[in-house]
């Protein structure tokens, strides 16, 4: 397992935006893949995006492309999750997981894929 830790969760208003961070260390960083979940109050968690930290290729569930942008700034060994136009249904917590990987597909929204989970951060958008 690595290390993983998230924060930027907040309170804010349905419309506003939030970026969340999850610092990692200890590890090649350019060897992984970063995913990020949310998982709501009852709910199953649910894939967001993920980045291959290697070549920085992206990818999206439907719910929230063009919404939410992911990034990572190898230097610091962290990856952002920028969160635009936020909904009161995306009142979550919110995870990041790390596998080793060069490449991220459909398959790194499922959250079996990873071996190492942060704490999490709490989202809470209202209406």
């Known amino acids: 397992e690595v290390p993983l830790v998230e924060s930027g969760g907040d309170f804010v208003q349905a419309g506003g935006s939030l970026r969340l961070s999850c610092a990692t260390s200890?590890?090649?960083?350019?060897?992984?893949?970063i995913g990020w979940f949310r998982q709501a109050s009852g709910k199953e968690r649910e894939g967001v995006s993920a980045?291959?930290?290697?070549?920085?290729?992206?990818f999206y569930a439907h719910s929230v492309k063009g919404r939410f942008t992911i990034s990572s700034d190898n230097a610091k060994n962290t990856v952002y999750l920028q969160m635009n136009s936020l909904k009161p249904e995306y009142t979550a917590v919110y995870y990041c997981?790390?596998?080793?990987?060069?490449?991220?597909?459909?398959?790194?929204?499922?959250?079996?894929?990873?071996?190492?989970w942060g704490q999490g951060t709490q989202v809470t958008v209202s209406s």
């Open positions: 980045i291959s930290n290697g070549d920085c290729s992206t």
């Open positions: 997981a790390a596998e080793r990987s060069h490449e991220v597909g459909r398959l790194f929204l499922l959250p079996l894929v990873y071996g190492s």
């Open positions: 200890g590890f090649h960083f350019d060897d992984y893949a």
